[in-house]
């Protein structure tokens, strides 16, 4: 016998431990569906069980659980919406060890066209892609968030949280399934600073009487596919700031690790000197080369011993400081966690030993109270500086998957302990910004979090031997920033600040090849940077700009669209596909080519040309532009 829930704008129908929902709006179907999980000890029939439904003034809810109590689906239907949430769980009554909890399997009609990628952590894929099978046999994975597209209309699937499980949905043909399971392995990509994601190597353990569950995931459908992402995507409990913007000036895609107290100094000066009459362009960021060693976090010798002094030096210009860490990570052999506290890291499951990630570093794993009580004390540290913002970066090593100290933890469980107790020292007028970081997990914690990958090799590496480029940087950089930008958009003010990168001018000379940037580059790349509504650093040597490179950075018109937490709209997204294998230095075919923003001055079109030769854009009331070659063109809508 089946049941009917209904609220007038989604039915569910619920069968034998299946279910199939249908949106009036729109006419996608999605089932029918059935739940799993993937473990040592339970294999009995998955349709053996009954439903139970309770009705109230705010929703119904409807439970199916298995017929020995150990397995249940739970639907959950509100009074008005076009949006139900759906989870599983298991509850062993012997030990278990547990792979993955499936809450969602099925087919969706009519079939699938287009899909939107949400990739792990910063520096995953993200994109429109293509119906895949054909090249991809396993499907096309997605994680945290999708959007797919029928003739019909949209489908969205989007997880609510990441407390212990990393959501991830994949896609094959017209069937999807969302899985709640471990982190991902991450294969670094060949002749690229890129990775791709293979699936997690995962369980865990779940003692008798104790439960695991599937992260919660929202559905929706809707005849606009961007704006069912954007719907689904700000049902997220972002941490919100109230403070200044971060934009301002960092130091690494120049100096790299050769920073010292008086370049610095130095350019912390042209900053004060430039911006000062511009309110909030004031942050001036301390990035990697401070530091002993990772994993050794106090100054290095040539930085004041108290960091605080060179902190207060900086204030005293009138500007606010930020600094780079990357809490997680421990250098082999360094003096410091490298050696004083090799048990406190991850260990790897195959090998017996500590875990190496694709940078060849171990990661703490704040499973161990030890660890978590070390954060806690490193973050106090970094308060007492007087620090105004911290960029957290590899975050992403704390979640991998090992063992641990507590068998019991999950990576992501145990990134999250960890990174709480990290920030949560450094109080609310302190912006947190995540780098290298699974998404949704960095939700609720930090205020921003970066959407792709480093943007260029920094200049002073390249003068001391060390380019590292394989042809990824200057505007193929810029080109592939913007990709995961557009993907992205939805996230900005629903989840966190998105953080699209730095914007830098260094090359228009043609000192810097194809490293380097053409003016009408620079003016693209801050034209991206503005419009995604984040933080907007400034990253050259303030004191060797050519005036012409000033002329683009210090814009007044394009300053006066950053920092906005609107964000922008791309409103030709799912016009524009890639094809096959993908990592964040991906070249796109096509891209999204009109953004439009609303503004305190009003609402403006960004046209945007990717190609190599001028091309004409047409704005959304019919204005046409010739846009020359790798450009872009703020217009009025």
């Known amino acids: 016998m089946t049941r009917t829930l209904t609220n007038g704008q989604v039915e569910i129908e619920l069968g034998t431990g299946e279910w199939t929902a249908r949106w009036k709006s729109c006419d996608v179907v999605l089932g029918p569906c059935l739940a799993d999980v993937d473990c040592l000890g339970w294999e009995t029939d998955r349709r053996n069980g009954a439903w139970r439904v309770e009705t109230t003034r705010t929703g119904a809810r409807a439970r199916w659980t298995h017929t020995d109590g150990t397995a249940w689906l739970e639907l959950r239907l509100p009074a008005d919406g076009e949006i139900f949430e759906v989870q599983s769980g298991y509850q062993p009554v012997h030990d278990d060890r547990v792979r993955s909890v499936t809450p969602l399997r099925g087919a969706v009609t009519p079939a699938l066209g287009r899909q939107l990628v949400n990739g792990y952590d910063s520096w995953s894929y993200a994109g429109v892609r293509m119906d895949d099978t054909t090249e991809l046999p396993g499907g096309t994975d997605s994680y945290w968030s999708t959007t797919l597209t029928t003739e019909a209309g ?9 407390e212990r499980l990393v959501t991830r949905i994949t896609r094959s043909g017209d069937l999807v399934s969302v899985r709640s399971e471990g982190a991902p392995v991450q294969r670094k990509l060949e002749d690229s600073w890129g990775h791709e994601n293979l699936g997690a190597d995962f369980s865990v353990r779940v003692r008798a009487g104790d439960a695991i569950a599937s992260e919660p995931v929202a559905i929706m459908a809707g005849p606009d596919p961007l704006t069912v992402t954007e719907r689904l995507a700000a049902l997220a409990p972002r941490r919100a700031w109230t403070g200044p913007p971060a934009t301002g000036w960092e130091s690494w895609y120049y100096y790299a690790i050769l920073i010292s107290t008086g370049r610095l100094l130095e350019n912390a000066q042209l900053l004060r000197e430039r911006f000062g009459g511009r309110p909030g362009f004031d942050l001036f960021q301390i990035d990697d080369g401070w530091q002993e060693a990772y994993g050794a976090w106090w100054p290095r010798e040539r930085f004041p011993h108290d960091f605080g002094e060179l902190v207060e030096q900086i204030h005293r210009l009138d500007l606010r400081c930020g600094l780079w860490l990357a809490p997680f990570m421990v250098e082999p052999g360094a003096v410091g966690l490298g050696t004083d506290h090799e048990d406190w890291c991850t260990v790897d499951a195959t090998t017996g030993a500590t875990l190496l990630d694709r940078h060849h570093r171990w990661a703490l794993d704040a499973s161990n109270p030890a660890v978590v009580d070390y954060l806690r004390e490193l973050g106090a540290t970094v308060r007492g500086w ?40 450094l109080g609310d007028d302190t912006y947190v910004l995540g780098c290298g970081a699974p998404m949704l997990p960095m939700v609720g914690i930090c ?55 730095i ?59 950053a920092w906005d937490e609107r964000g922008f709209r791309p409103l030709d997204l799912f016009e524009h596909a890639d094809h096959g294998v993908q990592h964040a230095y991906a070249q796109p075919e096509d891209l999204a080519s009109v953004w439009v923003a609303e503004r305190t001055n009003g609402t403006v079109v960004a046209l945007f040309n990717w190609t190599d030769h001028a091309a004409e854009r047409t704005t959304p009331g019919g204005t046409t532009r010739t846009i020359p070659a790798h450009g872009a063109r703020v217009l009025p809508a």
């Open 503 to 561: 914007v830098m001018a260094w090359g228009s000379d043609g000192r810097g090849g194809d490293d380097g940037y053409s003016l009408e580059e620079a003016h693209t790349q801050a034209v991206v940077a503005a419009l995604v509504g984040g933080p907007f650093l400034l990253a050259d040597q303030l004191s060797s700009l050519l005036p012409e490179e000033r002329a683009v950075l210090e814009d007044p018109d394009l300053l006066d669209l």
């Open 154 to 162: 949209a489908l969205g699937l989007h997880a609510l949280t990441s």
């Open 447 to 501: 205020h921003a979090n970066r959407i792709g990958h480093d943007l260029a090799v920094p200049v002073l590496a390249r003068a001391y031997g060390q380019p590292l480029t394989h042809g990824w940087t200057g505007w193929k950089g810029i080109k592939a920033q913007a990709r995961q930008a557009v993907a992205r958009w939805a996230l900005h003010g629903r989840w966190f600040h998105n953080d699209p990168e």
């Open 386 to 425: 007087g620090i105004d913002m911290v960029k957290l970066d590899f975050l992403y090593e704390g979640a991998q998957e090992g063992v641990r100290h507590d068998a019991r933890v999950t990576g992501t469980q145990a990134l999250r302990r960890g990174l709480s107790a990290f920030v949560d020292q």
